[in-house]
């Protein structure tokens, strides 16, 4: 009699747990657009959220420590004249957020170190290039303040932020709308998968030049996502011909077959996949899912391997995954997705069961800390660096505010730098005009108070 063997995991009994009702977030009217994208945000200090919002665009700014009912008149950001499409944080800087809306342009703001205590409407930087809205915002993961956008109008741009300025910007790569950008490890290169079908691998520095392509990773006509994992494999999901939802692994050197590809069920909402390069688990999350599937990927055949499920009574309408160094390592937690209900957000906690209370080095390797690996400018120039990594042993401690290093004098993108410089124009002239009027009346006094003085003397004759 043959028995069947279960495959050796540390990862096998991983459980999702949410927390208790009064850690929730309540109240919060979480934003209703039609958008496949996370709506939410999270790291060690912060948590934000897209709200819905009358006169243009606005995100929730909450300390993690603000659990409960929220009150209606706390304060939002609220810069973007449209909706807000999407948010996240900076990695280098857990005090910076970025924003992209469906008024066409990027924003990025500064939160005070003790959270909002007004409504927050002038960003620090507004970046404008686009010509339909950035329904994508993504900052590189180890060069400073280097922020790249997608949007609909099939351009993807990479920022830097110190100078308000494109430093990038590729317009000739897709034929069609930008469904989803990713950057590996090292941010040496970007993923992006778009409406034609085709999920492209390049480097944004070589001009456009891709340097993998997948031509039709799947069949459906469904959007496509895909993200990088390690020794550079893509992992995509979408859906079959038959509209049933996938997953699958590709090595881009061969395109022409997946790896694996594995059917999960017929849902009609788009799978987004979030990796975790320590633990090469992958989670899938889709909006209107009621669920979170976890798999672990592995080097060997059948390389995706399915992990568990967990599954709750209400749909998810997005959310965000907590930097791991942000989870809380005495409880053995290795992830921790905030999901988005339609009035409120839940955090749940994804645990490996195990009975001691010491630090479990396995499950935490070094992880990606808040440092920056490289400057904008050596980026840019052709470096690449691998992050720097911290360890979680003693825990982390979020730091002070860090200082957000912006150059005032060239904040202005090109538009606002144009419109700038008439405004300097006209505001000369006008100084010019008043200078020249000033010059006449004071002519005019003094003529006066000579005529006046005549007058006193003839009178006292």
């Given at each position: ?68 009912r929220l009150e209606k008149s706390h304060p939002v950001v609220s810069g973007h004249t449209a909706p807000v499409l999407d948010v996240e944080w900076c990695p ?370």
């Open positions: 009699m043959s028995r069947k063997v279960v495959r050796s995991s540390k990862f096998r009994h991983v459980y999702g747990q949410p927390v208790k009702a009064d850690q929730c977030y309540d109240d919060i009217r979480v934003s209703q657009m039609t958008w496949d994208g996370n709506f939410c945000s999270v790291n060690p200090k912060f948590l934000a959220i897209v709200v819905e919002s009358s006169g243009g665009g606005a995100f929730l700014v909450l300390p993690l420590s603000k659990t409960g280098h800087n857990d005090h910076v957020i970025a924003s992209g809306s469906e008024d066409c342009s990027v924003m990025v703001w500064a939160v005070p170190e003790a959270g909002l205590v007004r409504s927050l409407n002038e960003p620090l930087v507004t970046l404008e290039g686009h010509s339909k809205r950035v329904g994508i915002v993504t900052w590189h993961p180890t060069a400073q303040n280097l922020l790249l956008s997608a949007g609909c109008d099939n351009v993807v741009t990479v920022w830097d932020v110190g100078v308000g300025q494109a430093s990038i910007s590729l317009d000739d790569l897709h034929p069609d709308a930008i469904y989803s950008t990713v950057w590996n490890r090292d941010g040496s290169l970007l993923c992006t998968a778009c409406r034609d079908k085709r999920v492209r691998l390049f480097d944004p520095r070589a001009g456009g030049k891709v340097a993998n392509e997948l031509p039709r990773p799947h069949e459906g006509s469904r959007p496509v996502r895909a993200v990088v994992v390690n020794d550079g494999k893509l992992l995509t999901t979408g859906f079959s011909r038959m509209s049933e939802r996938q997953v699958a692994l590709w090595d881009p050197r061969n395109p022409e077959e997946p790896l694996t590809l594995q059917e999960l069920d017929t849902s009609s909402g788009v799978l987004l996949p979030y990796y975790d390069p320590d633990t090469n688990v992958v989670y899938l999350t889709g909006k209107g899912d009621s669920s979170i599937r976890y798999f672990e990927l592995t080097g060997e055949a059948p390389f995706v391997h399915y992990l568990s499920m967990f599954s709750s009574k209400e749909s998810q309408r997005g959310g965000g995954w907590m930097p791991k160094r942000g989870l809380d390592v005495s409880k053995c937690e290795i992830a921790r997705f905030y999901k988005l209900h339609e009035r409120k957000c839940e955090p749940i906690a994804m645990t490996v069961p195990r009975k001691s209370d010491l630090f479990q080095e396995d499950l935490y390797p070094d992880t990606t800390g808040p440092d920056s690996a490289l400057t904008a400018e050596e980026w840019l120039s052709g470096k690449n660096a691998d992050p720097i990594l911290m360890s979680l042993k003693d825990g982390y401690t979020p730091q002070k505010t860090r200082e957000f290093k912006v150059n005032k004098n060239l904040l202005e993108g090109p538009k606002r730098s144009h419109l700038s410089q008439e405004r300097a124009q006209q505001e000369g002239c006008a100084l010019e005009q008043l200078s020249e009027d000033l010059k006449r009346l004071q002519a005019t006094v003094s003529a006066q108070e000579r005529r006046i003085s005549e007058l006193e003397h003839l009178v006292k004759k």
